[in-house]
């Protein structure tokens, strides 16, 4: 009498267990590459909405509110710099912190000295072997609008 048996043999079992591993560290890979590509498409987009407040605030409102002066130098220093991102604080004792967050990827909002074009600043933050990049958004002028 002859025993067969069914089952499945140990190089079967490790060799499943490599393609499983593998599997999940191309996943989790491809997952924080999306989770940046993200972060980089939502910085821009915060970049481009400041830029255009900005450049609201100096073609329309009075002159004491623009945040340039004619000359370019910066007439209210809070409109002109601060931080793109503010993620939640991970605090090492999660009972201890829950209402912090941190300011992260600051940015500078330039004129050009003729005053015709505005500028922002910002350091997209690297990401394994993508380095840090410097980004930049401008805006350039209208003609001065009409005074009703």
Known sequence: ?????????LVEVLASVLVLASASVAITAGWRLADYKELAMRLDDRAGRL???CYEMQTFAPAESKPFKAAGTPNNQSLVQGFLYH???QPSDPAQDRGTYLDVVPYTISISPDGKSMEL?????GFGRIRQQ????SAGFN??????
Do not use: I, N, V
Request: glycine residues 4%.
């Open 121 to 125: 600043r910002y350091e997209l933050p």
């Open 134 to 137: 410097s980004m930049r958004r």
């Open 87 to 89: 993620p939640r604080a």
């Open 1 to 9: 009498m002859q025993w067969r048996e069914k089952g499945f043999s």
């Open 143 to 148: 003609p001065q609008p009409l005074d009703p």
């Open 51 to 53: 830029l255009r407040e």
